[in-house]
Structures are given as structure tokens and as C-alpha cells.
């Protein structure tokens, strides 16, 4: 690597990210997967491209099975809090003072009640 090449670049040739690229008509809406690539959006709107996980050969252990159980039913709870009009206004509430949203915030409190 030469003097001349930016933090992002470096990344880019040691493999920490795969590309970055500009915000786009095309790419600006790009969320979701098509095949084995996967693209996300974050709060901030940038987009980042990567290959789906092969989790097929991983063997989960009792506490990994029960852990994302309680994270299935979490995150069933944060829907039904955002279908719920009454409980929903309340967390936007708390969400507007914290900065967060109310789906992570209702994952939290969740987790919180069941201890």
C-alpha cells in the first residue's frame, strides 16, 4: 500500500469490507436478497452488499437453541407492539427521548420483564 491510500481502502484490499458505493437511483432502495447476496440498509442509508451465511452445517447447543428461541419469541412480542396502536404510541414516547427505535426498544423491554 502506498502513502496515498485512504482508511476505506485499506479495508477494501485487506478484505474488512467488501465495496462501498455511491448512493444511486438504483441503489438507494436496495433492501432484501436475490440468491445467495443478501442487502442491507441501515438507519443512516447505507447500503451494504454481502453473501448469505451458509448456517446449514452448524450444530447449535442447548443454551444456543434456547437463546434464540427467546429471541424468536422477542421479537414476536416487538411485533405485536407495533400492530398494537395503544401500546405502540407509548414506545414511540420513550423512542423519540432515547433515539431508538420501538421495535428495538420493545426487543429490550422484553428481555428486561423476562429477565
Do not use: C
Not at 427467546?70 to 414476536?76: K, T, Y
Not at 414506545?91 to 426498544?105: D, P
Amino acid at each position: 500500500m502506498n502513502a496515498g491510500t485512504t482508511q476505506d481502502e485499506r479495508r477494501i484490499i485487506k478484505g474488512g469490507i467488501m465495496a462501498k458505493a455511491v448512493t444511486s437511483v438504483i441503489i438507494k432502495d436496495l433492501y432484501g436478497s436475490a440468491g445467495n447476496t443478501v442487502f442491507r440498509r441501515t438507519r443512516s442509508g447505507t447500503v451494504t452488499v454481502m453473501k448469505r451465511p451458509d448456517m446449514s452445517k452448524v450444530k447449535w447447543t442447548k443454551d444456543q437453541q434456547a437463546a434464540r428461541e427467546r429471541f424468536r419469541q422477542a421479537v414476536a412480542y416487538a411485533r405485536e407492539v407495533m400492530r398494537d396502536p395503544k401500546k405502540r404510541s407509548e414506545f414511540e414516547k420513550k423512542a423519540k427521548k432515547t433515539g431508538r427505535t420501538v421495535y428495538h426498544l420493545a426487543i429490550t423491554e422484553y428481555f428486561r420483564k423476562k429477565g
